[in-house]
């Protein structure tokens, strides 16, 4: 027989768990009224005149005092229902004196001994109903005997402190259907990728089924810098799973990223490994915008079934139902004291953070955790949260300006202005310029040892180590912070510019200053455009093209966009050193394309930006845009996608009637496209959205152009309909969406209310 003591569940989840054991047991259905001030129920079965009362009461805290205390009130409740049969269900420990003692409590013409079922008496029916125990996997998964399991397994490989942190984590965690599913998933392939934007959960999913495989015996491999190491850990025959969090991280895409390195071909070679293996496992994980770009420029990766094994969560898929589980796990399990749960709950305030467009679980952990949060005194802490959510850069805010050094802020300010992710080597080197010039600016002291110092004292705090030799932002928080920081003092906006080593950083900050509250950066960046125009000059006109082992690659941000971005800029600061490098930056791009290295992708914009820009003489302006208009369509006809075509024709807006050599250049690309790519995009489509998405393409390039597009559209359709079926297939798959956003608009306050209600009643 099972021998929990059901520490590990919230009380919740306990009714949940009772609800599915006394339905299978009595073999009838019985209605869940949620935990809270239920009025005396919380399970419930009627039939006919017959109706059967359940409470359950955890009161793993209180114990058996604080039950029969509470119960004593009770009586009067549960006497006002007139059950028919009334059942109280605990998790406290009850010898037969102690359920004397309680149904002395409640009165013996309502209660029988029979009928107070204990910790014992639920581990009975779990004996029983082991399904059920298989079901409620977060009963076992966080249970001490597991614990002590894993412990044991764990010290072979030297994660016992990983185990203990998921032990933690695992009677915080929210059961869906995530987690069975990514079960099958590896149980199945022995391969699961686990994708999705930071904070959703993703490190939580893979760390829970890494202490599964631990209590299941497995050795755990605990991946820390690439692909290399666990396959050099490998050892055929033996029970292992390896776990590689962010295993793509910033390096993947980079000029010594994977693909470039052809380290995408190590990294399916090692996932063939384990596939050979029935003994092997390996989770990953990565950010689903780095995989995206991964899968978009490694043609191993598209031609391998590694999509197969993936599970994408995202901030969509959680309900408001299973974002109040989230708060309501944090909250009871957590160490905050009485009067800030008190605060949550006072006046449903829980519910604009269940509801909030920010939220997010790695926010709910840090507002749930006293050691975080007991500067701010109980009366303020609905305020802090209340600003938290609005801006969670205030979770940094003191540490940056007070607890970390000059060095620190000159790398966090070189971490921002690549958009928070970058590889060690980079780094470095965008390190030792900014914070050169913000030491010339500013004059304060350096040091060799700087760089190294600033990374020990910001590791795990304010950055962390991301894939293979990278670093990245610990959580979006931060940049919010940074991006925060640039708009209150302009200043360090201005120090990046002069101290830039890459485009891409000019392209960061003219983008901070371009969203909601950048203007003074703008503004400064016109008034102080003479101390950066040189170095901006400089980074522009840097080459892309490199060679490596597996042949030529690019990096950087593409000549298009850098001479997109000038445009903008240029705008704004008329006559100036910035309006003066349209006319090189544009040569340089001609010679770009001419050698191969044009992206049509970024034409559109460009000539958009072009088009806008004021500042430039007519002449001049006109000369570039022809230029760029014949360019582009040149290398359209060479080759390109459906979406490029589509985004190129709606940019150039040409007459049929006046544009005729152009029109008819479209029409070979259009042929091209439909001859080489166009089967590969029909592939690719795998929703509704996607196969309307790309029957609209067709059909506005059909109006454009003037092309025949009827066969394509034919196709389409046939292939819409053998992924989905005929029009029911459809219609049940539209059904099913609204059905479900149905549900959730109908998930009314009044539940969330009664979910919240047991952190009021136990104390």
Sequence with gaps: MPEYDFHQLSAHDLELLTRDLLQAHWMM????????????VDLRHASGPHKTIIQVKHYHRTGLRGLVRDLQAEAAKVRTLSPSRYLLVTSVPLSAGNKDEIVAAIGPDLLKPQDVIGQEGLNDLLGQHPEVEGRHFKLWLASRGVLDRVLNNAAVTNSEFKAQQVYEKARRYVQSNTYPRAM??????????????????????ADLLLYTHLEDGYQAIIVQKDIDEAANLFQRGTRQIFYFDDFMGATFLGENGLVANGDDRVLLDFISMIRSDSDSRLVLTTREHIYAQAMGRSERLRNSEIDDFRVVLSMPAYSIRHRAQILYNHLYFSELPHGYRAELLKN????????????????????????????????????????????????????????????????LLALVSVEGSITAESLKVAFDALHRTRAARYGFNTAPSDYRNALRDLNGSFIKPSGKAAYEVLDPSVLDLMNSILRQEPDNAIDILSGAVGFVQVQQIWKIAG??????IRKAMVLHQMRFADRCRTV???????????????????????LTTTFEMAEHMPGGPIAALIQPLYERLRTETANGGGVLSDVPALLEAAAACKVLPPDLAADIARSLVVNAIE???????????????????IDPEADGSSLEALQEAFDKMRDQTFDDELRECRSPDAFEGLKEDLELLGDAILVDVDGLLERVNNASGDHYGNGSDRDDYAYDRYKDSRAESYFADKELSEMFGSLRDES
């Design 184 to 205: 099958e998933i590896i149980s199945k392939n022995g391969i699961l990728v686990i994708s999705g934007a930071p904070g959703v959960g993703k490190t939580t999913l």
């Design 29 to 40: 259905d019985i209605e869940s009224f949620k935990s809270g001030k239920d009025g005396g």
């Design 540 to 562: 522009a006109m840097q080459d892309r093209r490199n060679t490596g082992t597996s042949g030529v690659y690019y990096t950087g941000p593409t000549f298009e966009t850098r």
């Design 348 to 411: 449903d305030f829980y519910m604009k953070i269940v509801r909030h467009e920010k939220f997010n679980p790695r926010l709910i952990e840090w507002l749930s955790t006293f050691r975080r949060v007991k500067q701010h005194p109980v009366e303020q802490y609905q305020a802090f949260v209340t600003r938290l959510l609005q801006d969670p850069s205030e979770i940094w805010q003191h540490a940056y300006e007070h607890e970390i050094t000059d060095a620190s802020r000159s790398l």
């Design 635 to 653: 290398e359209a006809r060479k080759g390109c996608s459906l979406g490029e075509l589509r985004d190129l024709v709606n940019a150039l807006e």
């Design 515 to 520: 969203s909601n509250g950048g203007d003074p």
